[in-house]
């Protein structure tokens, strides 16, 4: 990234005639615009760190074993939970994987694969103003935070709760 960084500034900048001062202007702007993603990014990833290395997500999925839903649905709705509290369907999809590694022991009737589908369905539910993709897609299509949740966050709860569905049809099937 430094050697495109540097590649642009001259390509784009110098032999254009452009000053450094302007270009570090410009610069400045680009990176006060994606500072706020990239620190909910890191933040994000530092709790689903914290949550595996302290053990407290192997004894959340202990006590949600107990609970009398399917584990497929169960792991679907850890993963949203966390996706719509973190903001990142990384850290939520990488979180519930390890909530409900555990239940997939206790449960070996469940196949691992529609596991992995469920989580990775749960972990897109309702982006909001705490995801990075949200501010990516309002900014680019210029829409105010209110359009952008009629639309995005919607789009994203739809998708999330469809692959539920395909994910307990192909359960059902199997």
């Not at 993603?37 to 107990?66: M, R, Y």
């Amino acid at each position: 990234m430094l050697v495109s960084l540097i590649v642009a500034t001259y390509t784009l900048g110098l032999s254009r005639g452009l000053k450094i001062p302007y270009l570090m202007e410009i610069y400045s702007d680009a990176v006060k615009d994606v500072l706020m993603i990239i620190l909910i990014i890191g933040g994000a990833g530092a709790l689903k760190q914290t949550l595996i290395q302290s053990g407290v997500g192997k004894e959340i999925g202990n006590l949600l074993d107990g609970l009398n839903m399917h584990p497929l649905i169960l792991g679907w709705l850890i993963a949203s939970i966390i996706r719509v509290c973190v903001g990142s369907a990384t850290v939520a999809g990488l979180t519930a994987a390890g909530i409900v590694a555990p239940l997939l022991i206790s449960h070996p009737e469940v196949n691992p694969s529609l596991m992995v589908l469920a989580v990775g369905a749960g972990s897109l539910m309702f982006s909001h103003v705490n995801d990075s993709g949200f501010w990516l897609f309002k900014e680019y299509f210029n829409l105010s935070i209110k359009d952008t949740i009629r639309s995005w966050s919607l789009m994203e709860s739809i998708v999330a709760i469809c692959g539920l569905l395909g994910v307990m049809i192909i359960n059902f099937l199997l």
